[in-house]
């Protein structure tokens, strides 16, 4: 539903939308034959406004495809609600370090043959009610493959449905399958036929965060003949339809995005098999410029194998300070443009930043504002910097914001604290390399995966963060970063986590960046040659080519890294 292809093009809300775009990028660095489909969202998600005590504002985030894409001659339909609905694409090529291209088809319904309504349906992201979206998955999945067949790619070895918006292409193969062996009535050969060729990745552990709709709109939408064959062949639930159990129904693989989030995820789903292939992120475009430059010249090839970055803990400690005082003034010198403040380069400067909603605890930090203040007087001076968006209809998300203003005025003199608002790729960049610790504290074990912690690290950025998600794998106490609490499953004590949080900054983190540079310049070494190694697109997406893709018949190294 959302691919983030470029900053200045809003067809992503966050990380979801960027994983699947530093997916593709992997696919091109490692010259995949991958096609991409998603939805133009030409309003965009939101431009997100916060006024002087923090309360959130919307508006469309308006951009123009003819100014970014190329249009495609190719017209498809999809039917929606009984209405023809036409389609138009638009590509973006994904470009490889080897010059190796991925296209992307962004599906357009605003054209004049389209009623009103219609021609709405690839406005926004994650925008209008219930049968806005439902309408919208169905131009995605269905109207996807109308697309893909229109291009004139008449079949794919594997469809790779990303979370369960995508879901209902399994309905237009399943009718594809039966025309082509001129039946009128889908059969089960037919539901063997599209379970071989999907696969299927889940990105949340909340119910919530699963699209469920009732019967009487799924059929209003899809027509009474498709929604009778998805409810006799899925034995969908009396009056509801889940989308994730569609695809997983439909899939021969399913993984979630940790290993902590599949074993969840086998929980909420234990009719089928999920295996866990952990998030990365993409190397080469969230290395801020001067670690690029850095790992140029000493690690030559890390661009085409990021695996190199293993050699990293080679790099003199020095070079790493020099890398990073440029990336801190880079992100400190737009902090200074947008807020009018100055910060200090030489005070310990905590980054968090990602979706605001509930789980997420934007504010855990300041729940013992007297023993914040007693660690900054006891072990010197700290000074944080926020951004990330809430959802226009989250209420809980949009008083974490407007609280975290209010602290920075009760912590004024005291603890310098900006939340910089409209966050996107292009802020997160500058912030990930900018700061000298990643804070993360989400409620266990809500999250899936994380991937902000893993884009840090590739800048040098240790990780002070909840034993949950990609964390669990990525730590080793004081040598990448430092744990809060234990690496249990079941919801953390709060209390606990906080006094966790509390003692790692007060004895062991604050000391260390202030009184022993050096050694924590190794950590922030370590951070890139274990972590930055791992937890990046081309490990993940040659992860996915030899166990979901193509098992047993992954391109060979040699080919893979010429």
């Not at 308006?62 to 590509?91: I, K, T, Y």
């Not at 010059?99 to 994650?126: A, F, I």
């Not at 493959?145 to 995508?166: C, Q, V």
């Amino acid at each position: 539903m959302e691919i983030a292809l470029d900053a200045s093009m809003p067809t992503y809300s966050g990380g979801l939308g960027v994983l699947a775009g530093d997916t593709l990028r992997a696919a091109a660095d490692l010259a995949l034959p991958v096609v991409a489909i998603t939805l133009v969202h030409r309003k965009g998600y939101f431009r997100q406004h916060l006024d002087a005590n923090g309360r959130q504002t919307e508006s469309p985030s308006d951009w123009s495809p003819a100014g970014r894409l190329e249009a495609v001659e190719a017209r498809a339909w999809v039917n929606v609600e009984g209405r023809p609905v036409e389609l138009r694409g638009w590509r973006f090529q994904v470009r490889g370090v080897t010059g190796h291209e991925v296209p992307v088809y962004l599906l357009d319904t605003s054209l004049p043959s389209n009623d009103e309504y219609d021609q709405t349906l690839t406005d926004s992201l994650y925008g209008g009610d219930a049968r806005y979206r439902l309408c919208q998955e169905v131009v995605l999945g269905i109207g996807g493959i109308a697309m893909l067949r229109a291009l004139g790619h008449a079949d794919f070895h594997t469809y790779h449905m990303n979370e369960g918006h995508s879901s209902l292409l399994t309905l237009a193969l399943l009718q594809e399958h039966a025309s082509l062996h001129d039946r009128g009535s889908v059969i089960e050969a037919d539901v063997d036929d599209v379970r071989r060729k999907c696969v299927f990745t889940t990105h949340t552990p909340v119910d919530a965060g699963h699209d469920h709709f009732d019967a009487d709109l799924v059929e209003k939408v899809l027509g009474k003949e498709r929604t009778g064959i998805l409810a006799r062949l899925t034995q969908a639930r009396s009056g509801i339809f889940d989308l994730t159990h569609l695809a997983m129904f439909f899939c021969r693989s399913a993984n979630g995005v940790s290993i902590r989030h599949a074993h969840v995820s086998r929980r909420m789903f234990p009719e089928r098999p999920i295996s866990a292939i952990t998030n990365g992120v993409h190397a080469v475009t969230w290395t801020a410029a001067p670690f690029a430059r850095l790992y140029d010249r000493h690690v030559p090839h890390w661009r085409r194998d990021n695996r190199y970055l293993r050699q990293a803990s080679a790099i003199p400690r020095e070079d790493i300070r020099a890398a990073h005082a440029e990336a801190k003034a880079n992100l400190l010198e737009d902090v200074q443009r947008r807020t009018g403040h100055t910060l200090k380069p030489d005070v310990m400067t905590i980054g968090f930043a990602r979706r605001a909603t509930g789980y997420k605890r934007i504010d855990f930090i300041f729940s013992n504002k007297d023993r914040l203040r007693r660690i900054i007087d006891r072990c010197g001076p700290i000074q944080l910097v926020y951004a990330g968006k809430a959802h226009a209809r989250d209420s809980v998300g949009k008083a974490g914001i407007e609280h975290i203003f209010a602290v920075s005025a009760a912590l004024k003199g005291v603890l310098p604290v900006f939340y910089l608002e409209d966050y996107d790729m292009s802020l997160a960049s500058l912030i990930v390399a900018g700061v000298d610790l990643w804070l993360n504290n989400p409620v266990k074990p809500l999250e899936a995966s994380g991937t902000s912690g893993m884009k840090a690290a590739l800048n040098g950025v240790p990780s002070l963060s909840i034993l949950d998600g990609w964390w669990i794998e990525g730590w080793i106490e004081g040598v990448t970063g430092w744990a809060i609490g234990d690496g249990a499953e079941e919801p953390g004590d709060s209390t606990k986590e906080l006094d966790s949080l509390y003692d790692k900054l007060e004895h062991i983190i604050l000391p260390m960046f202030y009184q022993q540079p050096r050694a924590y310049l190794g950590v922030m070494r370590s951070a890139i040659s274990h972590n930055g190694s791992f937890f990046n697109a081309q490990r993940m997406v040659s992860q996915y080519l030899r166990t979901v893709y193509e098992p047993g018949m992954a391109l060979p190294e040699a080919e893979v890294l010429q």
